[in-house]
């Protein structure tokens, strides 16, 4: 680029000097100075060379044109914000600790709900009750689950999850021994609540966890991942309960709960470190000051979190975008606790007869299921999210070709098995279908509603989680009953009959999302913030020039 030519003034003008009379431009003299050069005529040169003895004593004067030049040079600009992801806080070595730490810390939730199945017949016995007080451990463990997760949600958003990790981990293990060193049936039941009060916090704060460090991109691969150890407690349960019930008895299979509690709040205190969004940013503003909260992109989105009222997140799980979709979360998961629940019983009798360890091993099959599909399924949603990204709710649509084929004909392949008193391995094997499709449901499911309720997360997964364990129990207490008045094969048919209605509307219901294309977020109401993870549908105008303006109205843009 050429700079601005002088301009040429005429002899004896008196816009400059050094001009001849015919217009043309003359070097410049000493006497004829610019007033712009005679201001600087002063710091122009060195001057004239000074003896330094004639110097006067004391400190040398700082000469007013290095002053002069020191205020006029610009100051150095502060480097660049590198604008990044509240998820790029976290390194990706640091995102997968924190998946295994809370993978390990949701353990806890099927095993102590599954390691002393193969046992009850034998605390019957030891306590003197009856089968429906014993399946009341199970149903009141359940319900407490479902109750308090509705506290620990709006508890673990305000307070930070570390704070709710730490607290439920340390009162879970104080709440088994108290299992251990129950002799009546009624302290089993009333310590068994507290179990489960405490339990409760750890799936609500490892799902809030997932959703604060992994992005709504991955959230499905992390879900699949997650739920290894999760769907490896219903495996590992009966398998250790069985065989310390036969060998220690079955206060052993209570201890064993004590023992894990204690290693994951070992663990929980070393690795953990709190996650919740707006604690990361003032976390980064002490340490590197606001231009780091600055630089995140979402930090208008991240807003102080407060302590809502316990149900008022049940109010989630009315709205479109999610009410079907849980729905059906709720009827496959009962049907299958009310499958399960038969189980020991059916097989501690004839004419199958088995013991407390082959009870165990028989709850393989389910648990192999889950973990053959669960880690899979994940992924499979992720990639339905990537293929068909006009809806959130198109990463549902793996998990519900599992609802509406397999899950069906595996549930009622199962129950008319024992139903008929067929062998046992037809059973088995038909329960490994059923648990291979549950989870080719559930990580789709959990990532759905993380994603489209990311601000608040933790509550929004414990309204699910609160209804989950509510309804099981509840299908727990009521199935004993129910199979003895019409059998367990009609019980069991009728419930999948009301599966089958529900899995058609969910899949009718994300179907319609996709065509519309339409992109759920939550709904602000009176203090909410905004939805951090949004989605703007471009319309697409016939014959636009790629480069050309999209708004015509705008500056520059044409009338």
Request: proline share 7%; net charge positive.
């Amino acid at each position: 680029m050429q700079g601005t030519p002088r301009k040429r003034f005429p002899s004896g003008s008196g816009g400059g000097s050094g001009g001849s009379g015919d217009g043309s431009l003359t070097p410049r003299t000493p006497s004829a100075t610019h007033p712009h050069d005679a201001a600087a005529a002063p710091c122009a040169g060195p001057g004239p060379a000074k003896d330094p003895a004639s110097a006067p004593a004391g400190p040398a004067r700082r000469s007013s044109c290095a002053g002069a030049a020191d205020e006029a040079a610009p100051a150095p600009a502060a480097p660049p914000l590198v604008e990044r992801s509240i998820y790029e806080v976290w390194t990706e070595r640091k995102r997968y600790m924190l998946l295994c730490l809370m993978s390990f810390a949701t353990f806890l939730v099927p095993f102590s709900d599954t390691v002393y199945l193969p046992a009850l017949s034998v605390i019957q016995r030891e306590l003197g009750t009856t089968q429906t007080l014993m399946a009341a451990t199970i149903a009141v463990y359940m319900f407490v689950v479902g109750v308090t997760a509705l506290f620990w949600g709006p508890f673990c958003d305000r307070w930070g999850r570390r704070n709710t990790l730490l607290i439920s981990c340390s009162a879970f293990t104080l709440f088994s021994i108290g299992c251990v060193f129950s002799w009546r049936i009624d302290m089993l039941i009333a310590f068994r609540a507290l179990q489960g009060a405490a339990v409760s916090a750890m799936m609500v704060a490892a799902n809030a966890v997932l959703a604060d460090s992994w992005e709504p991109a991955q959230r499905g691969k992390a879900m699949g991942v997650f739920a290894i150890p999760t769907l490896v407690g219903p495996i590992v349960g009966p398998l250790l309960g069985g065989g310390l019930s036969q060998m220690l008895g079955w206060r052993a299979t209570f201890a064993s709960m004590g023992v894990c509690g204690a290693i994951i709040l070992v663990a929980l205190l070393i690795f953990m470190e709190e996650t919740q969004h707006h604690h990361v940013l003032k976390r980064l503003r002490n340490a590197e000051g606001d231009s780091a909260v600055m630089a995140i992109r979402e930090h208008r989105d991240i807003q102080k979190p407060r302590f809502r009222a316990p149900w008022r997140p049940l109010k989630y799980l009315l709205e479109p975008s999610l009410c079907i979709h849980t729905l059906l979360t709720f009827l496959i998961y009962s049907t299958m606790m009310s499958a399960l629940i038969i189980l020991p019983s059916t097989l501690a009798h004839d004419p199958y007869s088995m013991s407390e360890a082959l009870i165990g091993v028989s709850n393989l099959s389910l648990g192999l299921g889950c973990l053959f599909v669960g880690p899979l399924a994940g992924g499979w949603a992720d990639a339905a999210a990537r293929r068909w990204p006009a809806s959130h709710s198109s990463r549902l649509f793996p998990g519900l070709a599992a609802c509406l084929l397999v899950y069906p004909l595996s549930t009622l392949a199962y129950a008319w098995c024992f139903q008929m008193k067929t062998h046992v391995a037809g059973p088995l094997v038909a329960s490994f279908f059923m648990g291979g499709a549950i989870c080719a449901f559930f990580p789709g499911l959990m990532s759905y509603v993380s994603i489209i309720k990311q601000q608040t997360a933790a509550v929004a997964g414990a309204a699910v989680q609160a209804v989950l364990f509510i309804s099981g129990g509840v299908f727990i207490q009521v199935t004993p009953p129910a199979v003895a008045a019409i059998g367990l094969g009609w019980w069991i048919t009728i419930l999948v009959g009301v599966c089958l209605l529900a899995t058609v509307g969910s899949t009718c219901a994300a179907v319609g999302a996709l065509r519309a294309g339409e992109r759920e977020q939550l709904p602000l109401s009176a203090g909410a913030a905004e939805p951090a993870v949004s989605a703007v549908v471009v319309p697409v105008v016939r014959g636009a020039i790629k480069g050309a303006k999209a708004d015509a109205g705008a500056p520059g843009g044409g009338p």
